[in-house]
């Protein structure tokens, strides 16, 4: 990635996750704001090991390796952009997939596919106007653990962004307020997202 296109997604990848995150957190297993049902408690380990699965299956079902996986928490957000009050904390995980650009429809068409198999709730099914991309999301309504998969900018690979449901933190960890990384795998790097209007 050229540091031109690493500044220009610093400057996105925050509008990404708030949209990812607050979609995961308003409604659902985990919402922190708003609803009766109360909040599990996680350590940030086991739900990073949680993500870092769901990723690696989607690797696996494109045939590719899974590049620059990483994760990070931040505190729940509402439906209108409130801040949980409890320590309510969620996790972002992102990576790349190198697929060839002839390979990235049927690609998504077969983690889709693999995700309606287990269960998981497809909540969107996208190809491009010119055929050569796409993306595809799911919801995982057990876990509430939601992924995209989108065709990046330079229609080299797939770019994955994951977000887990809203925990409360175990004693001792405070995810929501720690400005740290968790890199399970491989060192970080952001992917570049493509949309139609990048064609």
Same mark, same amino acid.
């Given at each position: 990635?050229?540091?031109?296109?690493? *500044?220009?997604?610093?400057?996105? $990848?925050?509008?990404?996750?708030?949209?990812?995150?607050?979609?995961?957190? $308003?409604?659902?297993?985990?919402?922190?704001? #708003? *609803?009766?049902?109360?909040?599990?408690?996680?350590?940030?380990?086991?739900? $990073?090991?949680? +993500?870092?699965?769901? %990723?690696?299956?989607?690797?696996?079902? $494109? #045939?590719?390796?899974? *590049? !620059?996986?990483?994760?990070?928490? %931040?505190?729940?957000?509402?439906?209108? #952009?409130?801040? %949980?009050? !409890?320590? #309510?904390?969620?996790? +972002?995980g992102f990576a790349r997939m190198w697929v060839d650009p002839e390979d990235q429809i049927s690609t998504l068409h077969r983690i889709r596919d693999m995700w309606q198999q287990q269960g998981y709730e497809i909540t969107e099914d996208h190809a491009f106007d010119d055929g050569t991309g796409g993306s595809v999301s799911m919801r995982d309504l057990e876990t509430g653990i939601t992924m995209s998969l989108t065709t990046n900018k330079s229609r080299d690979g797939l770019a994955l962004i994951l977000a887990s449901a809203c925990y409360l933190p175990v004693e001792g960890e405070d995810p929501a307020n720690d400005d740290t990384t968790w890199v399970p795998t491989q060192p970080s790097a952001a992917p570049d997202i493509a949309s139609d209007s990048d064609k």
């Open positions: 990635m050229t540091f031109l296109r690493l *500044k220009a997604w610093r400057r996105i $990848a925050p509008f990404f996750v708030v949209l990812i995150l607050a979609a995961s957190c $308003a409604s659902g297993p985990g919402s922190p704001l #708003g *609803k009766d049902e109360p909040l599990q408690t996680r350590p940030v380990a086991e739900v $990073a090991a949680r +993500a870092e699965d769901r %990723a690696q299956a989607a690797a696996t079902a $494109a #045939g590719a390796s899974l *590049k !620059n996986w990483h994760v990070s928490t %931040a505190p729940c957000m509402g439906r209108f #952009g409130e801040i %949980a009050d !409890n320590g #309510g904390w969620d996790l +972002a």
